[in-house]
């Protein structure tokens, strides 16, 4: 129905940079939000970014990571600058999909993930 493929994974080292690309594709509505969460070993997946007319980021990424839109490619960027080791996880898109134009709900969809590694 949705797919969303995640793109720009890999390893850097501290103080690089890096930028995700997640493309939703399939048969739908419309995209209402779509962002990025993070799940590090051992830890609770966590809201790294969202936008969906607005942006909003957690404080731990706050003026190192930019998170934005496509809205004709239905494609969502997360630019990722001075990155720390502790930025290190499985990055995940997420995106909330209007299924139908007559039905104003919407479906969470994931991505399969991207390792992003930063070592010291």
């Known amino acids: 129905q949705v797919q969303l493929v995640e793109s720009g994974g890999g390893s850097v080292q501290a103080g690089g940079s890096l930028r995700l690309s997640c493309e939703a594709s399939?048969?739908?509505?419309?995209?209402?939000?779509m962002g990025w969460y993070r799940q590090a070993p051992g830890k609770q997946r966590e809201l790294v970014a969202a936008?969906?007319?607005?942006?909003d980021y957690a404080s731990s990424v706050k003026g190192r990571f930019t998170i934005s839109r496509d809205n004709a490619k239905n494609t969502v960027y997360l630019q990722m600058n001075s990155l720390k080791p502790e930025d290190t996880a499985v990055y995940y898109c997420?995106?909330?999909?209007?299924?139908?134009?007559?039905?104003?709900?919407?479906?969470?969809?994931w991505g399969q993930g991207t390792q992003v590694t930063v070592s010291s």
């Open positions: 997420n995106a909330q999909v209007r299924v139908r134009s007559w039905n104003t709900g919407t479906v969470t969809f």
């Open positions: 936008e969906g007319g607005s942006t």
């Open positions: 399939g048969s739908f509505f419309r995209v209402n939000l």
